[in-house]
């Protein structure tokens, strides 16, 4: 199994970035994704969950309106695009995948810098 996240680096505040999440080894159009995000000295926090058909959809309360999390089912590929990014985004972004018998794979992770 292997997810591997692409898309990070520096932005300054009210850029955007988009991330992707390139899955292989499990079922992806049945597992429910997610993107968790770990700043320097803060416990890792769910950023955004999609589940397999795309049909139900979760956001955390601070990126609401600036964050949009979508799959492409044919390329087992999840994505996160951020807008009006803001220093306190910055962190490092892992993706996460649960599969339908419950078992759990993340990614490496990506650094996402929002600066000016």
């Known amino acids: 199994v292997q997810l591997v996240e692409s898309g990070g680096g520096l932005v300054q505040p009210g850029g955007s970035l988009r991330l992707s999440c390139a899955t292989s080894?499990?079922?992806?159009?049945?597992?429910?994704m997610k993107w968790y995000r770990q700043a320097s000295g803060k416990e890792r926090e769910l950023v955004a969950g999609i589940a397999g058909a795309g049909d139900s959809i979760d956001y955390a309360d601070s990126v609401k309106g600036r964050f949009t999390i979508s799959r492409d089912n044919a390329k087992n590929t999840v994505y996160l695009q951020m807008n009006s990014l803001k220093p306190e985004d910055t962190a490092v972004y892992y993706c996460?995948?649960?599969?339908?018998?419950?078992?759990?794979?993340w990614g490496q992770g990506t650094q996402v810098t929002v600066s000016s």
């Open positions: 996460y995948a649960r599969s339908y018998l419950a078992y759990e794979w």
């Open positions: 080894g499990f079922t992806f159009r049945s597992s429910y």
